[in-house]
């Protein structure tokens, strides 16, 4: 005899990853996928051990409500709950299917029943102990172990957490400057900069400046440095040997240019007898003092206004010039910025180190500094002892926006995910590339790029699946979307085909289809022309066709054609649908 206790399985996919583009529904998901962990029989307080994480607070807000609203209108039996009933039902085991009108068998009707009466009990258990319904951002989670581990750091147990570290840093190079005479070397190299803004013919105070980089402390790339690494930054050694050949590659790349427009100017008797002359003078000038920018469109059209009986091809001497002066020109400004920071840089580990002391002494560490401390702690301990002490045992992981987690959030998070996964827990990441917006605070979207691929999930069960259906936009929209972004990452993956990371596979999983059938919708395209920009890419074309190579100038050729024909085309669609 059937049950429903047979019915609803536990659905165990160990890491279920949802690629989630715009419009697909992704709250909708992620609300079902939490309330089916409560749909369990007697597993009311699961939301005790389930922990699903997001970015913002507006994110969080609208994840508890929507899961709190949606409980409640199963309970009531709600019409607008019914879309999570029945996606509820098309989950257990085997799947149920929607109950839509009254020709449902009595079992399907039980069921539904059931789920109604645990869907209150669920409701009810989390009023009654709201405090652990850990639905929270990244950062609180990870604050909320760093508070219950202030011991283990060393750290205050009445710590407070500073959104702002510009506080600690003015403090931190205050403290540099009126301390650096008990340590002559950080005196010397303080005076070592000095002198060298002073030949740059910049200020000599440098006080501003060096605030304004020793931000970079508080951020992931100079945090997820070893030890090792930052010590050999202060050193002595390998700062003057890294200067040493930073000054060389200059030195190089600009006599190598030197050179080349000396060369080039001796084959030009007179730059009278040349169109745009003057132009062709003042960029050669420009470039030998490696100051100019790049040529403008007048140089691509410079030639002898007489032909002159030498064999001297101006123009494919200059396209080969202009190539040259690109690369070494990127080569010299690499190493000049280098330099300017190098005297900065070297001082990092002292400003470091006496922003923590500062920390330590308010009681206070800085938001930005989170992921860092809990990082020292992960690394070479055991995941039970570490997140037992936000107080709870964890089953479930569900990670939102996970196209914005940065490599050490990863780093920390995988920790608790191996080990929930390890002992038959289960996991679950929503995330979209194309949605990526929090690079600037380190987020990393090549992390679910390359999630499948990960040797150590290798080893547990991956369930990876696009989330097709767009109840957002119009057909008109979705249609477009699907028929635009693949081609045009296509042409975009032609500029450099030898790319690790293609575009076209980012954008592969924009084929929607549109909830919204209504006829409704619009979609503009407009191009503008740029006439510079334009006159650029003919003359780019004729360099072509005197011998020269611009893959570039031809992609845009090629774009801007398919571009084109492409509106054109799903105008011609439009207007015949209609």
Same mark, same amino acid.
Request: hydrophobic share 40%; proline share 2%.
């Given at each position: 005899?059937?049950?429903?206790?047979?019915?609803?399985?536990?659905?165990?996919?160990?890491?279920?990853?949802?690629?989630?583009?715009?419009?697909?529904?992704?709250?909708?998901?992620?609300?079902?996928?939490?309330?089916?962990?409560?749909?369990?029989?007697?597993?009311?307080?699961?939301?005790?051990?389930?922990?699903?994480?997001?970015?913002?607070?507006?994110?969080?807000?609208?994840?508890?409500?929507?899961?709190?609203?949606?409980?409640?209108?199963?309970?009531?039996?709600?019409?607008?709950?019914?879309?999570?009933?029945?996606?509820?039902?098309?989950?257990?085991?085997?799947?149920?299917?929607?109950?839509?009108?009254?020709?449902?068998?009595?079992?399907?009707?039980?069921?539904?029943?059931?789920?109604?009466?645990?869907?209150?009990?669920?409701?009810?258990?989390?009023?009654?102990?709201?405090?652990?319904?850990?639905?929270?951002?990244?950062?609180?989670?990870? =604050?909320?172990?760093?508070?219950?581990?202030?011991?283990?750091?060393?750290?205050?147990?009445?710590?407070?957490?500073?959104?702002?570290?510009?506080?600690?840093?003015?403090?931190?190079?205050?403290?540099?400057?009126?301390?650096?005479?008990?340590?002559?070397?950080?005196?010397?190299?303080?005076?070592?900069?000095?002198?060298?803004?002073?030949?740059?013919?910049?200020?000599?105070?440098?006080?501003?400046?060096?605030?304004?980089?020793?931000?970079?402390?508080?951020?992931?790339?100079?945090?997820?440095?070893?030890?090792?690494?930052?010590?050999?930054?202060?050193?002595?050694?390998?700062?003057?040997?890294?200067?040493?050949?930073?000054?060389?590659?200059?030195?190089?790349?600009?006599?190598?240019?030197?050179?080349?427009?000396?060369?080039?100017?001796?084959?030009?008797?007179?730059?009278?007898?040349?169109?745009?002359?003057?132009?062709?003078?003042?960029?050669?000038?420009?470039?030998?003092?490696?100051?100019?920018?790049?040529?403008?469109?007048?140089?691509?059209?410079?030639?002898?206004?007489?032909?002159?009986?030498?064999?001297?091809?101006?123009?494919?001497?200059?396209?080969?010039?202009?190539?040259?002066?690109?690369?070494?020109?990127?080569?010299?400004?690499?190493?000049?910025?280098?330099?300017?920071?190098?005297?900065?840089?070297?001082?990092?580990?002292?400003?470091?180190?006496?922003?923590?002391?500062?920390?330590?002494?308010?009681?206070?560490?800085?938001?930005?500094?989170?992921?860092?401390?809990?990082?020292?702690?992960?690394?070479?301990?055991?995941?039970?002892?570490?997140?037992?002490?936000?107080?709870?045992?964890?089953?479930?992981?569900?990670?939102?926006?996970? =196209?914005?987690?940065?490599?050490?959030?990863?780093?920390?998070?995988?920790?608790?995910?191996?080990?929930?996964?390890?002992?038959?827990?289960?996991?679950?990441?929503?995330?979209?590339?194309?949605?990526?917006?929090?690079?600037?605070?380190?987020?990393?979207?090549?992390?679910?790029?390359?999630?499948?691929?990960?040797?150590?999930?290798?080893?547990?069960?991956?369930?990876?699946?696009?989330?097709?259906?767009?109840?957002?936009?119009?057909?008109?929209?979705?249609?477009?979307?699907?028929?635009?972004?693949?081609?045009?990452?296509?042409?975009?993956?032609?500029?450099?085909?030898?790319?690790?990371?293609?575009?076209?596979?980012?954008?592969?999983?924009?084929?929607?289809?549109?909830?919204?059938?209504?006829?409704?919708?619009?979609?503009?395209?407009?191009?503008?022309?740029?006439?510079?920009?334009?006159?650029?890419?003919?003359?780019?074309?004729?360099?072509?066709?005197?011998?020269?190579?611009?893959?570039?100038?031809?992609?845009?050729?090629?774009?801007?054609?398919?571009?084109?024909?492409?509106?054109?085309?799903?105008?011609?669609?439009?207007?015949?649908?209609?």
């Amino acid at each position: 005899m059937r049950t429903w206790k047979h019915e609803i399985g536990r659905m165990e996919q160990t890491l279920n990853i949802y690629k989630a583009s715009a419009g697909s529904g992704k709250t909708f998901t992620l609300a079902v996928e939490y309330i089916m962990q409560l749909m369990q029989p007697h597993a009311e307080n699961e939301f005790k051990h389930t922990l699903a994480v997001t970015f913002t607070n507006k994110a969080t807000a609208e994840m508890k409500s929507r899961i709190l609203e949606t409980l409640y209108g199963l309970k009531m039996g709600l019409e607008e709950a019914r879309p999570y009933m029945d996606a509820i039902l098309e989950r257990t085991d085997p799947p149920q299917p929607s109950l839509k009108g009254r020709e449902s068998s009595p079992f399907k009707g039980e069921l539904e029943g059931v789920f109604r009466l645990q869907a209150g009990k669920a409701l009810t258990a989390i009023l009654h102990d709201y405090s652990h319904f850990r639905v929270e951002t990244i950062d609180a989670f990870f =604050q909320s172990i760093l508070r219950n581990m202030a011991r283990e750091l060393g750290l205050s147990a009445n710590l407070q957490v500073e959104l702002s570290h510009d506080e600690v840093i003015a403090s931190a190079v205050d403290s540099l400057i009126e301390t650096m005479d008990t340590r002559p070397e950080v005196r010397q190299w303080v005076l070592d900069y000095i002198h060298e803004q002073l030949d740059s013919g910049d200020k000599w105070d440098i006080v501003g400046p060096l605030k304004a980089f020793a931000g970079n402390i508080f951020r992931e790339e100079y945090q997820r440095r070893s030890e090792a690494e930052l010590k050999r930054i202060s050193n002595a050694e390998v700062i003057k040997a890294f200067k040493s050949k930073m000054q060389a590659i200059r030195k190089k790349a600009e006599k190598e240019v030197q050179d080349a427009v000396d060369e080039l100017m001796s084959q030009i008797e007179d730059f009278g007898q040349i169109t745009y002359g003057k132009n062709l003078f003042n960029f050669l000038t420009d470039a030998k003092a490696m100051k100019s920018e790049g040529p403008g469109k007048s140089i691509y059209n410079s030639k002898f206004k007489i032909q002159n009986s030498s064999t001297f091809d101006l123009q494919a001497r200059l396209a080969e010039f202009i190539a040259l002066y690109e690369v070494r020109r990127k080569e010299y400004l690499s190493a000049s910025l280098a330099l300017r920071h190098l005297g900065m840089l070297r001082l990092l580990e002292y400003i470091d180190e006496r922003a923590r002391e500062i920390e330590g002494e308010a009681g206070r560490f800085t938001l930005s500094s989170t992921p860092a401390l809990l990082s020292k702690m992960v690394e070479g301990s055991d995941a039970p002892f570490i997140f037992e002490k936000i107080g709870t045992f964890i089953n479930y992981v569900m990670i939102d926006e996970f =196209q914005d987690t940065s490599r050490m959030q990863w780093e920390n998070f995988k920790k608790l995910l191996f080990e929930k996964l390890s002992s038959g827990g289960k996991g679950l990441l929503v995330g979209d590339i194309k949605q990526s917006i929090y690079r600037w605070r380190g987020g990393d979207w090549k992390i679910l790029y390359g999630i499948e691929r990960e040797k150590k999930l290798q080893r547990f069960h991956i369930h990876s699946e696009p989330l097709k259906i767009n109840y957002r936009s119009h057909q008109i929209i979705v249609d477009f979307t699907k028929d635009f972004f693949p081609r045009a990452a296509a042409l975009l993956d032609m500029i450099k085909p030898e790319a690790e990371i293609k575009l076209s596979r980012i954008y592969e999983d924009v084929g929607q289809e549109a909830k919204k059938k209504d006829g409704k919708g619009y979609v503009r395209v407009k191009l503008y022309k740029v006439k510079s920009e334009e006159r650029r890419v003919k003359n780019n074309s004729k360099l072509l066709e005197d011998g020269t190579n611009s893959d570039s100038s031809l992609f845009t050729l090629h774009s801007l054609t398919w571009l084109r024909r492409f509106v054109c085309c799903r105008k011609a669609a439009s207007t015949s649908a209609r």
